[in-house]
């Protein structure tokens, strides 16, 4: 009964690989996220995608490519990943409400380019 | 540049005491703020918000107070229990859909 939840939890991979990753929502809501949390721990957003369009695009590198199939799901995917993409990357969602949204997280992924 | 800043990196308190988490924001028009707590290889988890209009809220042992004028918020939990150690969040939005900005993280020890 997982709200959101991310594939895979642990990711190694080569520089220059491409690869993805998957979030998935149980919760009905229309508005997800993707976020990085960098080696100073710092969390930042990434892309917010609501009803599958894309809204919110932070000045982040064209080789990270979200697809969102449906509003459930949103997925990251990567080319040529570079040494500084090493990150947790956590997936989000929330219901846009009139007033408030409470975002709900993903257990996150750890990926480590080696 | 950040505009949501958690000046203490960590605390540490005794079972049963008051822990105060601090927080202070620089963009006027944010208008709903929100505390998660992080356990380590865990996803942040919602504990508690606070829109702008209002400048208290509670949830059992959680509370959080919003100073408007001064750009400032803190968290309130009391009594501290051990399995409140954890890393808290600060973040805040200026909308509805728009993403979270988050604060570093204090990372708060509750000893027995």
């Known amino acids: 009964d997982t709200a959101v939840s991310q594939t895979p939890k642990y990711l190694v991979t080569q520089m220059g690989n491409d690869k993805s990753i998957k979030c998935e929502q149980n919760l009905g809501h229309d508005t997800m996220y993707w976020y990085k949390q960098d080696s100073k721990k710092f969390l930042k957003i990434m892309f917010s995608y609501n009803n599958k369009e894309l809204i919110i695009n932070e000045t982040v590198p064209n080789r990270f490519s979200p697809k969102s199939p449906d509003k459930a799901h949103l997925n990251l995917h990567i080319n040529s990943l570079e040494l500084g993409d090493s990150a947790v990357y956590f997936c989000?969602?929330?219901?846009?409400?009139?007033?408030?949204?409470?975002?709900?997280f993903g257990p996150g992924t750890r990926l480590t380019v080696l | 540049d950040q505009q949501v800043k958690q000046n203490s990196p960590s605390l540490s308190v005794q079972e049963g005491r008051i822990s105060i988490l601090n927080c202070d924001y620089t963009?006027?028009?944010?208008?709903?703020f929100l505390w998660y707590k992080k356990y380590p290889a865990e996803g942040p988890t919602f504990l508690i918000s606070?829109?702008?209009?209002?400048d208290k809220n509670e949830d059992g042992r959680f509370t959080v107070f919003l100073n408007k004028s001064a750009k400032h918020l803190s968290l309130h939990i009391v009594p501290s229990q051990p399995g409140d150690s954890a890393v808290y969040f600060c973040?805040?939005?200026?909308?509805?859909?728009?993403?979270?900005?988050f604060g570093k993280g204090t990372s708060l020890l509750v000893t027995p």
């Open positions: 963009n006027s028009m944010f208008d709903y």
């Open positions: 973040a805040a939005s200026q909308a509805s859909g728009y993403a979270l900005n």
């Open positions: 989000a969602s929330s219901q846009v409400a009139p007033i408030t949204d409470t975002q709900y």
């Open positions: 606070i829109s702008s209009i209002k």
